[in-house]
T-cell receptor, first 112, second 115 residues
Framework: GDSVTQMEGPVTLSEEAFLTINCTYT??????LFWYVQYPGEGLQLLLK?????DKGSNKGFEATYRKETTSFHLEKGSVQVSDSAVYFC???????????FGGGTRVLVKP | GAVVSQHPSRVICKSGTSVKIECRSL??????MFWYRQFPKKSLMLMAT?????????EQGVEKDKFLINHASLTLSTLTVTSAHPEDSSFYIC???????????FGDGTRLSIL
């Protein structure tokens, strides 16, 4: 079945540091890929998405590129802020188009 | 953007109580809604998928008689935790989407604590 693997956290950074969260997936066909962010005590918010190979999703300074050849969708941000402290989930919707499959989540803590 | 409202945000009640959680799509029609459970510092576990006007489809290991789901309209789904016990304490999150392959939009979650 479909699966998503992302790096375990927590990831602790200083403000203005570069952030990368690795995400790889296993799925049949051509899934749609997503990054969601969860702030403390809240639900999930869609951060960005990509629906086909080589697409780049971007939002709020975050970027991720759909790499079919490496089955990856790594999340990057060039200069993080304290307000970026959250848990980030990589996810996909597979060929069946029905359910989201989540990675385990990566907690990011940005210190001033 | 698409907004999903979940209510209540927090519930504390005694063991044996039944608790109802509402999930509403405020500005779009949700043909499908999903209910997740999230344990501390863990990912989301899909409990069930509900389509408007149909019976919910439960994931393996989820007791349908324990977690009653109703999706009576295109903007409202409810999850009722029947005869809740301390082991049911968790963070419950709903999501909604308009159609397949479209992003799911999440509510802010409900923190359920059973004493």
């Amino acid at each position: 079945g479909d699966s998503v693997t992302q790096m375990e956290g927590p990831v602790t950074l200083s403000e203005e540091a570069f952030l990368t969260i690795n995400c790889t997936y296993t799925a049949t066909g051509y899934p749609s890929l997503f990054w969601y962010v969860q702030y403390p005590g809240e639900g999930l918010q869609l951060l960005l998405k990509a629906t086909k190979a080589d697409d780049k999703g971007s939002n709020k300074g975050f970027e991720a590129t759909y790499r079919k050849e490496t089955t990856s969708f790594h999340l990057e941000k060039g200069s993080v802020q304290v307000s970026d402290s959250a848990v980030y989930f990589c996810a996909l919707i597979g060929a069946a188009g029905n359910k989201l499959t989540f990675g385990g989540g990566t907690r990011v803590l940005v210190k001033p | 953007g698409a907004v999903v409202s979940q209510h209540p945000s927090r519930v504390i009640c005694k063991s044996g109580t039944s608790v109802k959680i509402e999930c509403r799509s405020l500005d779009f029609q949700a043909t499908t809604m999903f209910w997740y459970r999230q344990f501390p510092k863990k990912s989301l576990m899909l409990m069930a998928t509900s389509n408007e006007g149909s019976k919910a489809t439960y994931e393996q290991g989820v007791e349908k008689d324990k977690f009653l789901i109703n999706h009576a309209s295109l903007t409202l789904s409810t999850l009722t935790v029947t005869s809740a016990h301390p082991e049911d304490s968790s963070f419950y999150i709903c999501s909604a989407r308009t159609q397949e392959n479209q992003p799911q939009h999440f509510g802010d979650g409900t923190r359920l604590s059973i004493l």
